[in-house]
């Protein structure tokens, strides 16, 4: 600690850099820095030549011996490595494992003498306790035998199960052992002249009180290790000593003899790797601000900003391979095309300039065959609405790159008749075929790994015969309708206030998934004239099962792997609202000092976007008026005005970003929608004769 303290006082130019920054500032400037340095490394090599005397694979011309003393780096850390994988790992023993254990066997069998000591229980009383003391694995057949046995038999039987368990604890249990001690303690307790129950009942014990005990150290493994690997004495290249013989092909290990011997030419000028720098520094810097003011998202998303480096180190690194046989191969579109759907179409422009202009610097790749492929990328992919159309989008590269082609070629000078232009024209085609190919490959696998939610994946999600949205229909049709018109309202009402409406309508889809679990407590999935099950059950149970559809939403969603920004959605679409009806029928039991009104909040998180809280006000607003006996349009706005406003003045708003003019909007398209949705449906001449017919007479008693 003294030496990281006073190596922080010695240096304090990184405490300087960061004071006064946040997290976010922090990463940011890691990612800007790490930005730089490949952006220096991936030019150096074309805009810096190579001047290297020899390098590994070539042949020495000549004796090359050590002109001092030097520590041979490469056999060293090789040695090293080899003691550290000698070393095994170290596991430490858990005592609390073998107490508790030991604990556990005590208070069954001093509770079972208790029991059967306590003359005034029942044989039912005794039964019922020992089945708390035992848990719930032994019949009711067995552990009537075990209240009969004799007390010689039970503490034999003690006996035998302490010195069996506490001695294979002791000689420690690792987890992928647990199975083989289990069935050795079995074998024991086989063995014993006792009653074939009262062993049923200790080897349900052992079981019981058995436990892996012997954790992995793994501070005390790497300390071994790190003694294993100090204790390697370093290998020495003495004075005079010949590293390569004449004749001799160099390896790297010998390569990396001479590099610390300081016998090869590998600073090459000064000024040309400054200029280096300095261009690495401009395209950063140029991305950094053009994030900034036309793509905040990225710019402002520590998880957002890594994930386009990660885009633009993969397509360098995929470009420089592939352009070693074309440059007019180079896929560079990927880049662009994979910022522009993941990011949004901003990121995806800056990000076809600036992988252009690094290619033009660092490759032979052309800047005007990298802009326009990247471009026409980014134009096909804007719109993308299902998978296929990234076909379509390799098409539009293709073109890109054949124009891009034809035009330098013409520019050139270049013939027709050369077999060499159509050959740069067909790798143009296949760079278009292999950015389409590379982008749906990868898309899914950046998806998942960032936890983004692209408009591809959100309308895959949407299809009725997804197994969740099919399990919803065919199991809580009445919820599935409900959660249909809840879409349709939280898409327009997104779209108004300027929100992600195709998330919004995704996210309302799947927002009461967890009503499958329990369909027929909710008034959406009850038949007509069904009993309703709360009638026959206590408003906190009630309360309970009401709530608990969040839970059990958010349990499907994750077994179904839904991405994170729907399971916000079933989350926080009650928030931490209360239970209105349930509450009053409790307080309303003549017991109201007794109910705690918490008992009946849903456990929240409150909504925490735009899209999570519109679907909120939709979903209340829709029920409201369902229930409504005859609405008409002045009373659903009333009530959607009242629903708004009870979410507002309640708090539940309190974490989104809507403004009071947004709930105003919101409030409007709702209305609209359910007007639309509730209407009261025209009578025609036969149904008004059929109401006339099934009216009772003036003063009867209908039935």
């Given at each position: 600690m003294n030496q990281a303290t006073s190596g922080w006082q010695r240096h304090p130019w990184p405490r300087y850099l960061f004071r006064g920054a946040d997290r976010g500032t922090r990463l940011r400037i890691l990612w800007a820095a790490l930005a730089f340095v490949l952006a220096g490394i991936f030019m150096t090599p074309a805009l810096v030549p190579n001047r290297l005397q020899i390098d590994a694979g070539q042949v020495a011309p000549r004796d090359i011996w050590a002109p001092r003393a030097v520590t041979d780096r490469y056999r060293t850390e090789e040695l090293r490595a080899e003691a550290v994988a000698r070393v095994a790992d170290v596991y430490r023993t858990d005592p609390a494992i073998e107490a508790g254990a030991q604990a556990r066997i005590a208070a069954v069998f001093s509770g079972l003498a208790a029991l059967v000591a306590d003359q005034g229980l029942t044989d039912t009383d005794r039964l019922g306790g020992l089945r708390e003391l035992a848990g719930p694995g032994a019949s009711d057949a067995i552990l009537r035998d075990v209240l009969t046995s004799t007390p010689e038999d039970l503490a034999a039987l003690e006996a035998r199960l302490e010195e069996t368990v506490i001695g294979l604890l002791r000689s420690g249990i690792k987890a992928e052992h647990l199975d083989e001690a289990r069935k050795q303690a079995s074998a024991d307790l086989a063995a014993m002249q006792v009653e074939r129950e009262l062993r049923i009942f200790g080897d349900q014990l052992a079981q019981a009180a058995l436990a892996a005990n012997l954790v992995f150290d793994e501070r005390q493994t790497w300390q071994q290790r790190q003694e294993a690997a100090d204790q390697v004495d370093p290998v020495k290249i003495v004075s005079g000593q010949v590293v390569v013989r004449a004749g001799e092909v160099v390896s790297e290990h010998q390569l990396a003899v001479l590099q610390d011997l300081g016998l090869l030419e590998t600073s090459p000028a000064y000024p040309a790797r400054a200029g280096v720098l300095v261009l690495a520094g401009l395209l950063v810097a140029g991305m950094a601000a053009y994030l900034k003011l036309f793509s905040p998202g990225v710019y402002s998303s520590d998880r957002r900003a890594f994930l386009l480096l990660l885009i633009l180190v993969a397509t360098m690194a995929i470009a420089s391979g592939t352009a070693r046989f074309s440059p007019y191969l180079a896929p560079l579109a990927v880049g662009p095309m994979l910022a522009t759907i993941l990011l949004g179409p901003p990121a995806g422009l800056g990000t076809a300039v600036l992988l252009g202009l690094m290619a033009d610097l660092g490759t032979d790749i052309s800047l005007v065959l990298s802009l326009a492929g990247g471009l026409a990328g980014v134009y096909g992919v804007a719109t993308v609405s299902q998978r296929n159309d990234l076909v379509r989008s390799g098409v539009l590269v293709m073109a890109g790159n054949l124009a891009a082609i034809l035009g330098l070629s013409l520019v050139g000078g270049r013939s027709f008749a050369e077999p060499a232009l159509w050959v740069d024209h067909l790798w143009g085609m296949a760079n278009g075929f292999l950015s389409s190919v590379l982008t749906l490959g990868s898309l899914p696998f950046l998806e998942n790994l960032f936890g983004i939610v692209t408009p591809l994946k959100l309308l895959e999600l949407s299809n009725p015969n997804q197994p969740l949205l099919r399990k919803l229909l065919l199991e809580a049709p009445g919820t599935y309708q409900h959660c249909l018109q809840v879409a349709n309202m939280a898409e327009a009402a997104t779209e108004r206030v300027g929100g992600d409406a195709l998330l919004a309508r995704v996210g309302a889809y799947y927002h009461d998934i967890g009503k499958v679990k329990r369909p027929y407590f909710f008034i959406d999935n009850q038949l007509f004239g069904d009993e309703n099950p709360h009638d026959r059950i206590a408003p906190h149970l009630s309360s309970r099962i009401i709530t608990s559809h969040v839970r059990d939403g958010v349990e499907l969603a994750r077994e179904h792997k839904l991405p994170e920004p729907l399971i916000d959605f079933i989350e926080q679409h009650?928030?931490?609202?209360?239970?209105?009806?349930?509450?009053?029928?409790?307080?309303?039991?003549?017991?109201?000092?007794?109910?705690?009104?918490?008992?009946?909040?849903?456990?929240?998180?409150?909504?925490?976007?735009?899209?999570?809280?519109?679907?909120?006000?939709?979903?209340?607003?829709e029920a409201a008026v369902r229930a409504m006996p005859q609405p008409n349009p002045s009373r659903i706005e009333a009530v959607v005005r009242k629903i708004i406003r009870e979410r507002l003045d309640g708090g539940q708003l309190n974490q989104s970003d809507l403004t009071l003019r947004d709930l105003d909007a919101i409030a409007d398209e709702f209305t609209k929608l359910l007007t639309g949705m509730f209407h009261v449906r025209v009578q025609y001449p036969e149904d008004i004769a059929g109401e006339a017919e099934s009216r009772p007479a003036a003063g009867s008693d209908p039935q």
């Open positions: 009650h928030g931490t609202g209360l239970v209105t009806y349930f509450f009053n029928r409790a307080t309303e039991d003549g017991r109201a000092e007794a109910v705690v009104e918490q008992d009946f909040r849903y456990d929240g998180p409150l909504p925490q976007t735009r899209e999570t809280a519109i679907v909120m006000l939709a979903d209340g607003c």
